[in-house]
């Protein structure tokens, strides 16, 4: 065998055992604390919601550990079991130009690929989201969705696709320079215009109106200096009654979101809160320093692509038998996943770490007990659960426990340090 499939073969068995142990982690730990709602949330949370969330938790992640061998027999499948080899063998036979063929074979195993996962997606939505009350999804919604997405994915994805493999095949040595340059102009523009154009192609967004909250949220917004589109709030009832708030977009399509399912259930005083939350976002610059952090890794990954395109090992070592540009790129993005799963807990620490900046400028701005009970709503309702596994959640949470926030949150009150 060769070297590199032994080293992709050690990593996949090495990823898929970390997640296996990762989830039995985290149910063990909610099923340890299954019994008593923890003392902090006693008076807040209801036995019955306690419950309702680590059952709610428990069935996704057995329901991952299904989707985790499924993609595992699939990513094995395309490469060494010579998937990715008999798409090339097809397309090769219809003697089409070097890009249309590329263009061809990525195409069809992205096709083949959404449709073996459709299962899990139907699976989660109108059973797992059904049984717990969070769908709100019809049949009829899930298929425009659908039909949408995949509309979007043509006429966006394969240009795109189409400019990357142009440069690859004729750009010369320094192809993945301009090809980065691409991804990244590519990046800023679907940040500008994804709340503007794309998002509402799926929801509707209306400007927050409601005199009471209006003038506070005006005055929050002049103090913090946020010019933007304004507030939005938008239809998230009509495909789940899972709630958020979130902050996107720069320049002048920058805009704070709030759903519709979240905005019922907080008072005047925890929506000026959340929304001090969301613009610490803005004033720390999160958006920008994501943007940075990714173009750094993107410039390393389009350097490593091109070497790895021009060695023959590369094709070998995964099963396929004839080099070329869509091959490389196709296995790039199918193995790097595999290799990066052990640095995403970096990436989810500087998430969490950023969480805590947005909470402490929301303390300063606004006041931190209805920052608390609106998070406090927040798991309650999404049927979070209060007890993660420490690993757990050092692994993959985006966000900080929320005792360690509500904690943090009182601890800068009572005059401690925030670190
Ligand atoms: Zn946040």
Request: glycine share 6%.
């Amino acid at each position: 065998m060769l070297l590199f499939t032994t080293i992709f073969l050690s990593f996949v068995a090495a990823s898929v055992i970390v997640r296996l142990w990762l989830s039995q982690r985290q149910i063990n730990h909610i099923q340890h604390h299954y019994a008593q709602v923890p003392a902090a949330f006693a008076d807040k949370i209801s036995l019955e919601d306690h419950h309702r969330a680590a059952d709610y938790s428990c069935t996704k992640l057995r329901v991952g550990r299904f989707m985790l061998a499924w993609e595992t027999l699939w990513l094995l499948l395309w490469t060494l079991g010579g998937g990715i080899n008999l798409l090339d063998h097809l397309w090769y036979g219809y003697e089409y130009s070097a890009l249309l063929t590329g263009i061809g074979v990525i195409f069809s195993l992205s096709l083949i690929s959404s449709i073996l996962n459709l299962p899990f997606s139907l699976y989660q939505t109108f059973v797992i989201e059904e049984r717990f009350g969070f769908n709100q999804t019809t049949v009829k919604t899930w298929l425009l969705d659908l039909v949408k997405t995949t509309a979007l994915i043509v006429v966006i994805g394969v240009p795109l696709l189409a400019t990357m493999l142009w440069l690859m095949n004729q750009a010369g040595d320094n192809w993945w320079l301009y090809a980065w340059l691409l991804w990244m102009s590519f990046s800023l523009i679907m940040i500008w215009a994804y709340p503007a154009f794309i998002a509402p192609m799926f929801n509707k967004f209306n400007q927050l109106e409601d005199s009471s909250l209006q003038a506070r949220i005006e005055q929050l917004l002049q103090r913090c200096g946020f010019q933007s589109q304004g507030v939005f709030v938008v239809d998230g009832s009509r495909r789940s009654s899972h709630g958020n708030a979130y902050f996107t977009g720069f320049g002048k399509n920058k805009r704070i979101v709030f759903y519709d399912t979240l905005l019922e259930s907080l008072s005047a005083d925890e929506v000026e809160a959340v929304l001090a939350h969301e613009l610490g976002h803005f004033k720390r610059n999160h958006i920008k320093k994501s943007l940075l952090l990714s173009s750094a890794i993107s410039f390393l990954g389009f350097a490593l692509l091109a070497w790895l395109m021009r060695s023959d090992w590369f094709y070998s070592s995964l099963g396929v038998e004839i080099a070329s540009t869509h091959a490389a790129l196709l296995l790039f993005m199918m193995i790097m996943p595999v290799f990066t799963y052990f640095v995403s807990p970096l990436f989810s620490a500087l998430s969490r770490k950023h969480e805590f900046e947005a909470d402490e400028f929301a303390h300063s701005n606004s006041d931190y007990r209805a920052l608390i009970s609106a998070l406090v709503n927040l798991y309650r309702d999404n049927a979070s659960t209060l007890t993660p596994d420490p690993i757990h959640s050092m692994f993959y949470d985006s966000h900080p426990p929320a005792s360690i926030r509500i904690n943090r949150l009182e601890s800068i009150a009572s005059g401690g340090s925030p670190n």
